[in-house]
């Protein structure tokens, strides 16, 4: 690409931001985190609404998991030190616990997208 080009790319961009209307793109909100360590979950409770993101982080030296209780909307492996992130797509109350360790147990609530 030759700098002439570069230079007529760049004016067409920044005149195209300057017309009237123009918006910028939406930016994906970051993901609620939950983190995994010393055997427990925090928090217990999370309330996201439906769309949103909602990223689990394992800080223990163990494998963990995310299932939901039915095993039917997610069910992900977390391996130490790494995360994992799942888009809420339903509204309503799910229990979730850790397949490998099943005392570890908490909760999401997903309300529709207009509500708190």
């Not at 993901?31 to 990223?55: C, D, F, H, R």
């Not at 800080?59 to 391996?79: G, P, R």
């Not at 339903?90 to 609530?109: D, L, Q, T, W």
Request: hydrophobic letters at 45%; proline letters at 5%.
């Amino acid at each position: 690409m030759t700098r002439k080009t570069v230079w007529r790319a760049l004016f067409g961009v920044i005149a195209l931001a300057m017309m009237p209307g123009a918006t910028a793109s939406a930016v994906p909100a970051a993901a609620k985190q939950i983190t995994i360590g010393a055997m427990s979950i925090v928090p217990l409770q999370l309330t996201v609404k439906a769309g949103e993101a909602v990223e689990w982080i394992n800080k223990d030296v163990v494998d963990h998991t995310t299932t939901e209780k039915n095993a039917k909307i997610w069910n992900v492996s977390i391996a130490p030190g790494k995360s994992a992130t799942v888009v809420m797509k339903k509204a309503g109350s799910f229990e979730y616990y850790c397949r490998y360790h099943p005392n570890m147990v908490a909760r999401i609530v997903v309300t529709a997208p207009g509500r708190k």
